[in-house]
């Protein structure tokens, strides 16, 4: 599920870094894993963020004050990591994730439609196979008490 997110974000950004900020297709691919583990990083990281919190950022409705504070969260890591890890100016890396969060954001949107057990799958799959999924599952068993 992940990868076919990724695969359609690959689509939609990868011409725009391309044309917008002249990446190279290994700085296009670095950017699109900057942007998925950076998700992960924030969302499992047990910032004191709720499953609500996160449907709230990946649905149509307006973002509650959590879901901010996840994006307010989610871009200086992003912004790290295309710096840090693609080798990015700090100029280039600002516009790219000005460009990659509502992209990242929109498409997660369109699958989870505010299913917890849609969101629930995608946590795991954003994961390295543990401590993601058990973030996962621990916010999923919150919702349900």
Known sequence: MIEQ???????????ALKSKFGLNDGQVSGSLNAAKDS?????????????DDVLSLFSS?????????????????????LTGEVGLDATQAGGIKD????????????????????????LQGLGSGGDLG???KGMLGKLFR
């Open 39 to 51: 998700l992960a990083q924030v969302i499992g990281g047990g910032d004191g963020f709720g499953l």
């Open 134 to 136: 058990n973030v996962a």
């Open 61 to 81: 409705n307006t973002n509650t004050s959590g879901a901010e504070g996840i994006l307010a969260k989610l871009g200086p890591v992003l912004q790290g990591k």
């Open 99 to 122: 460009m990659l969060l509502p992209m990242v954001t929109n498409l997660i949107s369109k699958h989870v439609e505010g299913d917890s057990n849609k969101l629930g799958g995608l």
């Open 5 to 15: 997110l990724l695969s359609a974000l690959q689509q939609e950004a990868g011409p």
